[in-house]
């Protein structure tokens, strides 16, 4: 049986691999072509199109693309269903007098589709229906041969596997939430002089950007290809059934993701806003300095912003004379790769750059991107609003979806590389679970450290101190 290839297999120098030639009985039927490249079809003809047959196996880019974007259009099960339908029909997988060798010669090409699809797409698979329709087509399949048997129970192990790992990673999600506590509670009940901070846990600005990276990559795999279209996914104009929307709206990573990242830019603040002395918050200060130097270092993107976005929060930003202590050349660089002007130019240079190296790496080390997720999710965005899903003729506008389909891709090759960093579970333990301050916390601390500077913030921090600390 045919291996899946790598992701990055589906790239060449040249970009994203669209050329996809008629298989020879093609006659178009529903589908339109542009110099051999798939630009349109209507829903069914492409479904016809994702369904091998003796003769023909879809091109894998197509594969991923037409899994990727016909959620837009109908659920996953009712795509299982009606490939299951074709792959039964067409084949006559269900007549038991049917060519032993008809079916050898297609049996290896519907299990290899499947096997795409559940290690590609394993959250489709959380719905039994899903499992129903994968179980029963791959039962038909193997029922006449050994070989094809092992395939099958081989395929479906994994993604067993792959579906139990997901749950253990949504139990320790909620667990981390339902203990997470703001950090004033806490200074409330102990005294400072026995807080721990980031620098007594982690000393070694470099130990901790590793750390970091490790988060990253752990939460960053866990996110589904399909989260991104789901995130943006609205009502099908030709589809009448009125409870697609809320089903299909299964983002659950992704947004533990960009909770991270808040998190992240909360726990930078909290740090620099704690130390009553002036010397030490500048120290927090150039310690995370040096941090997001070794995140950018590294082609950890998401950690350095989530840190330039601590830091640049009005709380510590305000902090004048703790700033005057510090040396911020070396701030005002990072500033300057993660400036917004000109869409992001600097740091999508700088991601092109570690991008190119991943692609030529020796090390797992040279292998990592972590790209800055947001603006990832707004170019995904942007791409799916200024395009329509469908073109007037009523067919589905694949053009739009090749494109969408090589950001993603991009993405998939990026979140499976292994961290090769060691895992230090003390200081994994305190990013991931020690209490932050909520907003109004760090104005509070920000005005106690230092204090306010005209009425405005005279006001607030009186109203702050009135309702956070039961004082006047």
Same mark, same amino acid.
């Given at each position: 049986?045919?291996?899946?290839?790598?992701?990055?297999?589906?790239?060449?120098?040249?970009?994203?691999?669209?050329?996809?030639?008629?298989?020879?009985?093609?006659?178009?039927?529903?589908?339109?072509?542009?110099?051999?490249?798939?630009?349109?079809?209507?829903?069914?003809?492409?479904?016809?199109?994702?369904?091998?047959?003796?003769?023909?196996?879809?091109?894998?880019?197509?594969?991923?693309?037409?899994?990727?974007?016909?959620?837009?259009?109908?659920?996953?099960?009712?795509?299982?269903?009606?490939?299951?339908?074709?792959?039964?029909?067409?084949?006559?997988?269900?007549?038991?007098?049917?060519?032993?060798?008809?079916?050898?010669?297609?049996?290896?090409?519907?299990?290899?589709?499947?096997?795409?699809?559940?290690?590609?797409?394993?959250?489709?698979?959380?719905?039994?229906?899903?499992?129903?329709?994968?179980?029963?087509?791959?039962?038909?399949?193997?029922?006449?041969?050994?070989?094809?048997?092992?395939?099958?129970?081989?395929?479906?192990?994994?993604?067993?596997?792959?579906?139990?790992?997901?749950?253990?990673?949504?139990?320790?999600?909620?667990?981390?939430?339902?203990?997470?506590?703001?950090?004033?509670?806490?200074?409330?009940?102990?005294?400072?002089?026995?807080?721990?901070?980031?620098?007594?846990?982690?000393?070694?600005?470099?130990?901790?950007?590793?750390?970091?990276?490790?988060?990253?990559?752990?939460?960053?795999?866990?996110?589904?290809?399909?989260?991104?279209?789901?995130?943006?996914?609205?009502?099908?104009?030709?589809?009448?059934?009125?409870?697609?929307?809320?089903?299909?709206?299964?983002?659950?990573?992704?947004?533990?993701?960009?909770?991270?990242?808040?998190?992240?830019?909360?726990?930078?603040?909290?740090?620099?806003?704690?130390?009553?002395?002036?010397?030490?918050?500048?120290?927090?200060?150039?310690?995370?300095?040096?941090?997001? $130097? #070794?995140?950018?270092? !590294?082609?950890? %993107?998401?950690? *350095?912003?989530?840190? &330039?976005?601590?830091? =640049?929060?009005?709380?510590?930003?305000?902090?004048?004379?703790?700033?005057?202590?510090?040396?911020?050349?070396?701030?005002?660089?990072?500033?300057?790769?993660?400036?917004?002007?000109?869409?992001?130019?600097?740091?999508?240079?700088?991601?092109?750059?570690?991008?190119?190296?991943?692609?030529?790496?020796?090390?797992? $080390? #040279?292998?990592?991107? !972590?790209?800055? %997720?947001?603006? *990832?999710?707004?170019? &995904?965005?942007?791409? =799916?609003?200024?395009?329509?899903?469908?073109?007037?003729?009523?067919?589905?506008?694949?053009?739009?979806?090749?494109?969408?389909?090589?950001?993603?891709?991009?993405?998939?090759?990026?979140?499976?590389?292994?961290?090769?960093?060691?895992?230090?579970?003390?200081?994994?333990?305190?990013?991931?679970?020690?209490?932050?301050?909520?907003?109004?916390?760090?104005?509070?601390?920000?005005?106690?450290?230092?204090?306010?500077?005209?009425?405005?913030?005279?006001?607030?921090?009186?109203?702050?101190?009135?309702?956070?600390?039961?004082?006047?």
């Amino acid at each position: 049986m045919p291996q899946t290839p790598p992701f990055s297999a589906m790239f060449d120098s040249s970009g994203y691999n669209r050329n996809l030639y008629q298989p020879a009985d093609d006659s178009c039927g529903g589908l339109y072509y542009h110099d051999n490249n798939l630009l349109s079809g209507s829903l069914e003809a492409l479904i016809q199109h994702l369904v091998p047959n003796v003769d023909y196996y879809p091109d894998r880019t197509y594969i991923f693309t037409f899994l990727l974007s016909s959620r837009l259009f109908m659920h996953p099960y009712e795509l299982m269903a009606k490939v299951c339908h074709l792959c039964v029909e067409h084949q006559r997988l269900s007549d038991p007098n049917s060519d032993k060798n008809q079916i050898r010669k297609i049996a290896p090409k519907v299990l290899q589709l499947l096997t795409e699809w559940t290690e590609t797409f394993p959250y489709d698979f959380r719905d039994e229906r899903m499992m129903r329709n994968l179980k029963d087509l791959a039962h038909r399949i193997a029922s006449g041969e050994e070989t094809y048997r092992k395939n099958v129970q081989q395929m479906i192990q994994c993604l067993i596997r792959k579906l139990a790992a997901l749950s253990q990673y949504e139990e320790v999600l909620a667990k981390i939430s339902s203990t997470s506590t703001d950090r004033l509670t806490v200074l409330k009940t102990k005294p400072q002089s026995i807080q721990r901070d980031i620098i007594t846990v982690c000393s070694d600005p470099y130990t901790l950007a590793q750390q970091l990276t490790h988060i990253e990559l752990e939460r960053l795999n866990y996110i589904g290809p399909e989260e991104f279209v789901q995130a943006f996914v609205q009502k099908d104009p030709l589809d009448n059934d009125k409870s697609c929307y809320s089903e299909r709206k299964k983002t659950r990573n992704l947004e533990a993701y960009v909770e991270w990242f808040n998190r992240l830019s909360y726990l930078v603040a909290t740090e620099i806003c704690m130390p009553v002395k002036k010397k030490h918050r500048a120290r927090m200060i150039e310690y995370f300095i040096d941090v997001a $130097r #070794e995140c950018f270092n !590294i082609g950890n %993107f998401n950690s *350095l912003m989530a840190i &330039i976005s601590g830091m =640049n929060m009005s709380p510590v930003s305000r902090l004048k004379k703790t700033w005057a202590k510090v040396k911020t050349a070396k701030f005002d660089v990072l500033e300057h790769q993660m400036d917004p002007s000109s869409n992001f130019y600097n740091y999508r240079t700088a991601l092109r750059g570690a991008a190119q190296r991943s692609l030529t790496a020796h090390s797992s $080390r #040279e292998k990592i991107v !972590i790209p800055f %997720f947001s603006l *990832l999710i707004k170019d &995904i965005y942007f791409l =799916n609003e200024g395009c329509a899903n469908r073109l007037p003729n009523g067919h589905v506008n694949f053009e739009k979806f090749w494109e969408l389909a090589k950001q993603v891709s991009e993405f998939m090759t990026w979140k499976q590389v292994e961290c090769p960093f060691e895992r230090d579970r003390k200081i994994l333990q305190y990013l991931l679970t020690v209490p932050v301050f909520s907003e109004d916390a760090l104005y509070l601390a920000s005005y106690e450290s230092e204090g306010p500077e005209n009425h405005i913030e005279k006001d607030r921090w009186k109203s702050l101190r009135s309702n956070l600390l039961g004082r006047v």
